[in-house]
């Protein structure tokens, strides 16, 4: 059964000891910036509205055109949602296992995808669709492409939130050799431009030897949060 981050305990001051490092921005290419801590001002408020998204919409395991479960376990806020099943790959306004549209996207969410966008040199970003994945030691995201939204002008804002995973940002091709990053709580990684179709996953979740597994609010689990334009 999936263990959500409804299951974990949240206080305002639980992170105050995470918050002492200065985000700051790394650029990986021309397009794509990883801004270190950038999402732990205001985590806790995050934090909070997660939670009553997932509430709303609870997480689940969606699966492929094939019936493959996928191994991240997922769900939506905003006006579209991203759904995988016997279909195929879309967004739809309403979430299929309620049959309601999904929750309204937090001004905490739609604030930090503005800003984050906004210091990686995108500007006026208004994400209609975030996507929430939560991965389990073991779950990781293959190699892939972001293409299923109208707009490709618009960026990706991707967020890191819980145990650390390592990223990978890839080519244009499938088989052009990616760079490797190690994601921690906090870190948002934004693409665009030129890179908007760049290959991208995660690499199995699993122990970092210099790093502990276990996060305050998520224990084992990594949250991304993942902002798009899609309609």
């Not at 994945?133 to 991707?158: C, F, R, T, W």
């Not at 995660?202 to 993942?226: C, D, M, Q, V, W």
Request: glycine content about 8%; some cysteine.
């Amino acid at each position: 059964m999936t263990v959500s981050v409804l299951e974990m305990n949240l206080t305002k001051d639980l992170f105050a000891d995470l918050m002492s490092a200065e985000p700051y921005k790394q650029i990986i290419t021309d397009d794509a910036v990883l801004l270190r801590g950038f999402a732990l001002t205001n985590q806790t408020v995050i934090l909070e509205d997660l939670h009553t998204i997932i509430r709303q919409a609870p997480l689940r395991h969606m699966v492929t055109k094939m019936g493959f479960s996928l191994s991240a376990s997922m769900t939506n806020c905003g006006e579209l949602g991203w759904v995988s099943d016997r279909a195929g790959y879309r967004y739809d306004a309403i979430d299929p296992l309620s049959n309601k549209p999904w929750p309204a996207m937090p001004a905490s969410f739609r604030e930090l995808a503005h800003q984050a966008a906004y210091e990686a040199g995108f500007r006026d970003f208004e994400p209609d669709a975030g996507l929430i994945n939560q991965y389990k030691i073991g779950a990781s995201m293959g190699l892939h492409q972001d293409k299923n939204e109208l707009d490709l002008s618009q960026p990706i804002v991707s967020v890191s939130l819980g145990i650390p995973a390592i990223f990978q940002f890839g080519g244009l091709q499938r088989s052009d050799k990616p760079v490797k990053l190690v994601l921690e709580h906090g870190d948002v990684v934004v693409w665009g431009g030129e890179s908007r179709l760049r290959f991208h996953g995660i690499l199995p979740l699993k122990t970092l030897a210099s790093i502990t597994t276990l996060h305050p609010a998520f224990g084992e689990y990594r949250i991304n949060l993942t902002f798009r334009k899609a309609g």
